[in-house]
């Protein structure tokens, strides 16, 4: 009995090979998955999942790792994303649930109710950096995946600019910290104001730097808001808008651990096919 042969994607051969591969070898929907805000020490972390249409309908202009994007081309992209996907979804998950949870914990769990809540269901899985388990369907952890395939690039940017967003009107809550310029993350000026205010409740105090300037060694205030999640899809084109969530709708065992992605280069075969 013959084998098939082995698919091999070259990084140069452009943002769109792998999904169109993967289409070949008859997996049609092919779903990405990545998240924003993971190394920020203030915010929500936020997840997104998206599964372009096959062939040219596909192909939107600038599509590109979010970070590598200027602002404005970031929201561009993001209103053709939305209009184009087949399907797309963004949970967010508030600073007290990475607190509670765990930050990888967090990130699996919110990757993984992002690609559940898609409205269309993913033949094939692409992930950034971490593989999700529990999909029901095959998938594969592509290393700088935003910057290899397609659909991973377009969760990319419905995560970035959904949680940028978000970041931008915190600040107008607690204009103290500078939330609009650095979204959350770690700068000279975010560290200075945490040592001058001292962390709102809209800081991670499981970090050490917000733990230091707390006092309360990572310990956070007793006084914060309900945990939250949010699905936003073409059913739901409201990515912005928050409602009580069930306490432990994003939890996951708390036994899991980081795994090795795996990197697509010239020795790479896509899983499910021989090596």
Not at 92 to 98: F, R
Not at 208 to 217: D, F, I, M, P, W
Request: a negative charge.
């Amino acid at each position: 009995m013959l084998t098939p042969a082995r698919t091999i994607i070259r990084r140069e051969a452009g943002l769109y090979a792998l999904e169109r591969a993967l289409q070949r070898r008859g997996f049609r929907q092919v779903a990405g998955a990545d998240e924003a805000g993971r190394g920020a020490c203030a915010g929500p972390l936020v997840a997104a999942a998206a599964i372009l249409p096959e062939g040219k309908r596909g192909e939107i202009d600038e599509l590109a790792d979010s970070k590598l994007l200027t602002p404005i081309a970031r929201e561009r992209v993001y209103q053709e994303v939305v209009q184009r996907a087949l399907a797309w979804s963004v949970v967010i998950i508030p600073p007290a649930e990475v607190d509670q949870r765990g930050l990888h914990v967090c990130n699996l769990a919110a990757m993984r109710r992002a690609l559940a809540s898609l409205t269309t269901d993913p033949e094939y899985v692409l992930t950034d950096g971490f593989p999700v388990d529990g999909l029901g369907v095959p998938g594969l952890a592509v290393w700088k995946g935003d910057r290899v395939a397609a659909c991973v690039a377009a969760a990319s940017v419905l995560a970035k600019v959904t949680r940028d967003r978000l970041m931008v009107e915190l600040d107008g809550q607690f204009p103290d910290y500078g939330f609009a310029e650095h979204k959350g993350y770690v700068t000279d000026e975010h560290s200075a104001a945490l040592t001058r205010h001292g962390p709102c409740i809209e800081h991670r105090f499981s970090y050490v730097n917000v733990a230091a300037v707390s006092g309360r060694t990572n310990r956070p205030p007793r006084a914060r808001r309900p945990g939250v999640s949010i699905t936003a899809s073409p059913l739901d084109p409201e990515p912005l808008a928050l409602w009580p969530a069930a306490e432990g709708t994003v939890g996951v065992a708390s036994g899991e651990q980081p795994q090795p992605p795996v990197p697509v280069g010239e020795n790479e075969a896509m899983e499910g096919e021989q090596r």
